[in-house]
Structure formats: C-alpha cells, structure tokens
T-cell receptor, first 110, second 116 residues
Framework: KQEVTQIPAALSVPEGENLVLNCSFT??????LQWFRQDPGKGLTSLLL?????REQTSGRLNASLDKSSGRSTLYIAASQPGDSATYLC?????????FGTGTRLTVIP | EPEVTQTPSHQVTQMGQEVILRCVPI?????FYWYRQILGQKVEFLVS????????KSEIFDDQFSVERPDGSNFTLKIRSTKLEDSAMYFC??????????????FGPGTRLTVT
C-alpha cells in the first residue's frame, strides 16, 4: 500500500524567505504527484500536478519537482508571503484514488 | 471557473441516523470520488466512481456506506447508520482524465459531519 510522508510537519519562516517542502512516497508506480493547499477548516485547493513522465512543474512562485525513482517530490516556494500560510499536502495518484501525506503546516511571519 | 460544490457545509446528526451528503461535480467530468478527513488526520480515500459503478473502494468504505449518481449532476454519499467515529470532513472530488495520464482531481469545499 502506498505510504506518503511529508517533512517537516510544521515550518515557520519570515516573510520573503524561500522554502522547500518535502514529500516522499513508497511505491514509485504512480500516475501523478499532486500538491494541494488547505486553509484551516477549508477544502483542498490544487496547486500543481506533475505527471509521472515529468520532472517538474511551475506556477508563479511555486515550483514542484518529482523524482519517481527515489520516491520524492519537493515544493519550492519563492519569496514567501503571509498569505502563503496554510497546510500543504502532497498526494500520490494511483489509478483511481489519491494517497495523501499528513501535510506541512507553513506559517509565514510578517 | 467551474468548481465542485457540496451541500450541506455542516451536518449534525445523532448516532444511528442515516445521512446523505451531496456533491455536484464539474459538469464535463466523468470520474467521481469521496474522501474523508478526521480532525487532525490525513485525508483518506473512500471510493471512486465511474460509469455508474464503483471503480475502487477502501477498507473504510464498508456496508454502511453507499454512493449514487441519481441524476446527471449529483453524486451522493450515504451513511446508513452513523457512528461517532464517522465524524469528519467529507470531500467530494472529480476528474476528467481528458489528457493522457492526467488524473488531476478537483475538490469541493467539504461537508463537516458531526455525529453526536
């Protein structure tokens, strides 16, 4: 069964800093790797999806990479802002479902 | 921009009662999912649904759960006899798979179910 782990569990950074969130998965036979943002008590907002044949995707200040062979993905956030404060979830895609990590709770201090 | 919607946003029910959670997926999507997130825990897969039948279900999705697409727009999750441990946020998602190997799922805002 696919297991997804995210480290660190929580991260606090000053505004303007660049940061990296890590995600690892045990089964490399994934279709995609999807990163989400979750605000407290809210739903999941899809940030980036990396297909299994790709190595990275970029959207604005966000860049996600994927290394299937090592079972790792990273989410890089450039020039962090207080509005980036949220929990970031990664999810490895199987054929019919997503396997989620426990998330990294990010706090950006003004 | 099209989005997945869910109703109600919050449902309170007594243990043993039946609840139906409703979702309207994105209109051109063909694949539908339910997930749940118990407070402070991971988002967990419950079930996927395609072509009017279940594609895959997890161990959590036992006989107390059922899903249905009663018409062309709604997708429902029914819990027949709720237990305290069913209290969670329930998320509906949909995807189109319109591009090869594209399984991007779009999530609704969730329904918070509280069983008392």
């Amino acid at each position: 069964k696919q297991e997804v782990t995210q480290i660190p569990a929580a991260l606090s950074v000053p505004e303007g800093e660049n940061l990296v969130l890590n995600c690892s998965f045990t089964d490399s036979a994934i279709y995609n790797l999807q990163w989400f943002r979750q605000d407290p008590g809210k739903g999941l907002t899809s940030l980036l999806l990396i297909q299994s044949s790709q190595r990275e995707q970029t959207s604005g200040r966000l860049n996600a990479s994927l290394d299937k062979s090592s079972g790792r993905s990273t989410l890089y956030i450039a020039a962090s802002q207080p509005g980036d404060s949220a929990t970031y979830l990664c999810a490895a895609t199987g054929a019919n479902n997503l396997f989620f990590g426990t998330g990294t709770r990010l706090t950006v201090i003004p | 921009e099209p989005e997945v919607t869910q109703t109600p946003s919050h449902q309170v029910t007594q243990m043993g009662q039946e609840v139906i959670l409703r979702c309207v997926p994105i209109s051109n999507h063909l694949y539908f999912y339910w997930y749940r997130q118990i407070l402070g825990q991971k988002v967990e897969f419950l079930v996927s649904f395609y072509n009017n039948e279940i594609s895959e279900k997890s161990e959590i999705f036992d006989d107390q759960f059922s899903v249905e697409r009663p018409d062309g727009s709604n997708f429902t999750l029914k819990i027949r006899s709720t237990k305290l441990e069913d209290s969670a946020m329930y998320f509906c998602a949909s995807s189109s798979k319109d591009r090869p190997n594209s399984y991007e799922q779009y999530f609704g805002p969730g329904t918070r179910l509280t069983v008392t």
